[in-house]
């Protein structure tokens, strides 16, 4: 851990700025993720381990069961190995106690990153991260912008240009 990594601004993140947290972390905890299938974070962390990464979830109501093969912790700090990087998929409110136990955690943990899911932002989280020597994502999905950089056609067609929602014209004649 680095004291005060360089602040970024978290309205408009640079693409080299995510591909090279994306290219550096290769073991990520992911606290809300869930064992049901059809919710986010379980796709999300199905996706990223089929990208290689190593994905430990983090959710204290089911600690000790297995979620795609991985068992699950109650905090941060029951996890026994290494992390790079903590995806926060929980609400706004709850990023803040979560980054917290991150930065305490970072120097034995060797945590590097904090990233807040679609819809999760503290700013006052991200400059005490930032503070203590640690990369920020705030309101971006790591499989979206796996998907965008790595140039896929995601389940959604995100960013794309290959799916769209305006009628083809067609040519008569």
Not at 6 to 29: E, N
Not at 131 to 158: N, Q
């Amino acid at each position: 851990m680095t004291a005060g990594a360089q602040p970024v601004d978290h309205d408009a993140y640079p693409d080299a700025y995510i591909r090279s947290i994306l290219a550096s972390v290769r073991t990520i905890a992911m606290v809300g993720a869930s064992p049901r299938w059809n919710r986010p974070s379980f796709f999300a962390m199905k996706y990223l381990q089929e990208k290689g990464y190593r994905v430990i979830p983090v959710n204290p109501r089911v600690a000790g069961d297995e979620i795609l093969g991985e068992r699950v912790y109650g905090t941060l700090a029951e996890i026994p190995e290494r992390i790079d990087m903590v995806d926060v998929f929980r609400a706004s409110e709850d990023a803040g106690p979560i980054v917290d136990e991150a930065i305490k955690s970072a120097g034995d943990k060797g945590i590097k990153v904090i990233w807040m899911q679609l819809g999760v932002r503290d700013d006052a989280a991200a400059k005490q991260a930032e503070a203590a020597g640690l990369k920020v994502v705030m309101d971006r999905c790591p499989k979206i912008e796996y998907g965008r950089l790595h140039t896929e056609l995601s389940w959604g067609g995100f960013n794309s240009r290959v799916i769209s929602a305006k009628r083809r014209k067609v040519r008569i004649g």
